[in-house]
C-alpha cells in the first residue's frame, strides 16, 4: 500500500483518467438534475417589452388630480394595438404591454372612477409600476454559464431566455458492488457474525445524488471466483464500479486479485487519509474503478472525496466543490501518519463566522458521525491537536 499518496495526489490520479462522456441534446422538462453542456443566451428582452406591474390604469406621469378619459385597454396577451393619446387613461392588467405614449401605471385603487374617467388621487413618476424590457435578462447576455447543474430555477430562467431545448453533459452508468460473507440484505434477520449491506444503500444513493444512473447494486461472497464473477459482469455495463470492502490486506481481500484478473490497471492503492487509508483506484478502457474500504464511514467519505468529483466532471460540472474555511467549535485531537477527514456540522456564529462541529466520535464504524454532517473539515495529520477558534479548511458535503 506504501507510499501513501497524499489526498491531493490521489485526486490528481482520478482527475487525470476521466474523460467527458457525450452530451445529450434534452426537451428542458427532461433536464432537471443534468449538467448544462452550453452556455444559454438569452434569446431576447425578458421580459420583452414593457409592462406593467399592477392592475391599473396607463397614464402620462403628472400631478394629482387629474380628470383622465378611460379611452382603451391592454390585457396580458392583448397589447391596447394604438398609442395613448395625451389627456387620457388605458385600462391596463399586470403583464400587458405598456402603449406608446404612456409612462406610468397608477393603480386601480389609486383613482376615482366616474362617468367612463378617473381621477388620480396622488402624484404619478414616470415609470411608476412599469417594468423595462430586458429588466431581468438582457437580449444577448450569457443567463447560464457550461457546468451549471440545472434546478427548477436554471430550467425557468432558460425557458424565459428562449429555450426549449438544452445541451447537457451525459449521464454516467455506475454500478456498486459490496462485497463480504458477512453481509445480509436490509431488514433481513442477522445471523451470529451478520451484519447488514448499508454501504451498498449509502453508495448508490450518494452516486443517485450526484447525477450518476445506477444499473445495478450487487453483492459477492469472500472468494476470488465470485468477486471475479460479480466484477467481472458490473464492468460489462459501467462508466464507473463502485466496490465496497475487501480493499485492505486481509487473507480474505479478493477485490484487488479479481481487478487484475479483469485487466483494470491499477492507478493508486493508498491515501494519508483517515478514514479511507486503503482506497484503491484503477482504469480499464476508459472505465474508472474505485475500491472503497468497507467500513461504513470510510466508504461514504471516500466517496465524497474521490467518486463524487469524477462523477461530476464525467457530466461536465466542476471536479471539486469550492472548499471553504471554517472556525472549529471545539478542540479535535490530531492523527499523527494521516489527515483527517472530520464529519462536522456548520452553523453560522451570532459575529457571522462560520462553526464547525465534529458530529460526534468519528471512529470509521460509527456510521452515526454521517447524520448531521454538512462538511469534512480536512485536518492536517500531526501531533497535538487543534484547538477551539482555529481556522480549518471544509469541504462541503
Ligand atoms: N492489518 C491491517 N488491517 C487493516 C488495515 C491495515 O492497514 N492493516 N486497514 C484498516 C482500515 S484503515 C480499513 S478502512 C479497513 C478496510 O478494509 P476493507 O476495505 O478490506 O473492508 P472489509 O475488511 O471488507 O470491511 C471493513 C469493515 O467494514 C464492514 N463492512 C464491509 N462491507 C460493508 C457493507 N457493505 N456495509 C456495512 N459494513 C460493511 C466490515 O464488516 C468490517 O467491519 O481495514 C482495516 N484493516
Ligand atoms: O482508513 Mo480506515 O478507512 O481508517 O478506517
Redesign the pocket.
Known amino acids: ?1 506504501f507510499p501513501l499518496l497524499s489526498i491531493a495526489q490521489a485526486r490528481d490520479e482520478v482527475r487525470r483518467a476521466i474523460t467527458a462522456l457525450e452530451p445529450d441534446d434534452l426537451e428542458i422538462t427532461a433536464a432537471l438534475g443534468r449538467v448544462l453542456a452550453e452556455d444559454v443566451t438569452a434569446a431576447h428582452d425578458v421580459p420583452p417589452f414593457p409592462n406593467s406591474a399592477m392592475d391599473g390604469f396607463a397614464v402620462r406621469s403628472g400631478a394629482a388630480g387629474r380628470r383622465l378619459p378611460i379611452t382603451g385597454e391592454a390585457r396580458a396577451g392583448r397589447p391596447a394595438g394604438r398609442p395613448l393619446p395625451d389627456g387620457e387613461a388605458f385600462r391596463i392588467s399586470t403583464g400587458a404591454v405598456l402603449p406608446e405614449g404612456a409612462d406610468a401605471v397608477i393603480e386601480v385603487e389609486r383613482v376615482q372612477e366616474r362617468d367612463g374617467a378617473l381621477v388620480t388621487e396622488i402624484d404619478v413618476d414616470a415609470a411608476r409600476n412599469v417594468r423595462t424590457a430586458g429588466e431581468d435578462l438582457a437580449a444577448g447576455t450569457v443567463v447560464l454559464t457550461a457546468g451549471t447543474r440545472l434546478g427548477p430555477a436554471e430550467l425557468g430562467v432558460a425557458v424565459s431566455a428562449g429555450r426549449g431545448t438544452l445541451l447537457c453533459g451525459g449521464i454516467p452508468r455506475l454500478a456498486v458492488v ?3 460473507d ?2 445480509v440484505d436490509p431488514g433481513e434477520p442477522l445471523q451470529p457474525g451478520q ?9 448508490g444513493a450518494l452516486a443517485q445524488q450526484t447525477g450518476a444512473r445506477v444499473f445495478t447494486v450487487s ?1 459477492a461472497a ?1 472468494t476470488l471466483d465470485e468477486t471475479v464473477e460479480a466484477l467481472g459482469i458490473a464492468l460489462e455495463e459501467a462508466d464507473v464500479l463502485v466496490v ?7 487473507p ?2 479478493h ?1 484487488k486479485p479479481a481487478l487484475e484478473a479483469l485487466g483494470v490497471q491499477q492507478r493508486f492503492w493508498g491515501v494519508a487519509l ?5 482506497t484503491w483506484f484503477g482504469t480499464r478502457e476508459g472505465r474508472l474503478v474505485f ?6 464511514v ?2 461514504m467519505v471516500t466517496f465524497l472525496l474521490f467518486v463524487r468529483p469524477a462523477l461530476n466532471a464525467m457530466q461536465g460540472a466542476a471536479f471539486e466543490a469550492p472548499r471553504r474555511t471554517a472556525v472549529l467549535a471545539e478542540r479535535i485531537a490530531r492523527f499523527p501518519q494521516r489527515d483527517e477527514a472530520v464529519r462536522v456540522s456548520l452553523a453560522t456564529a451570532p459575529d457571522g463566522t462560520l462553526q464547525a462541529r465534529p458530529t460526534g466520535p468519528q471512529g ?2 460509527i ?1 452515526s458521525s454521517m447524520l448531521g454532517a454538512d462538511a469534512l473539515a480536512i485536518l492536517e495529520a500531526g501531533d497535538g491537536g487543534v484547538e477551539a477558534g482555529t481556522t480549518v479548511s471544509v469541504e462541503p458535503i
Open positions: 500500500m459490496a462485497t463480504g458477512e453481509l451484519i447488514h449491506n448499508s454501504n451498498a444503500v449509502t453508495l453483492g469472500d465496497s470492502g475487501g480493499v485492505s490486506v486481509g480474505h481481500d477485490v483517515r478514514p479511507g487509508k486503503p475500491g472503497l474500504p468497507g467500513n461504513p470510510s466508504s470509521s464504524h456510521s
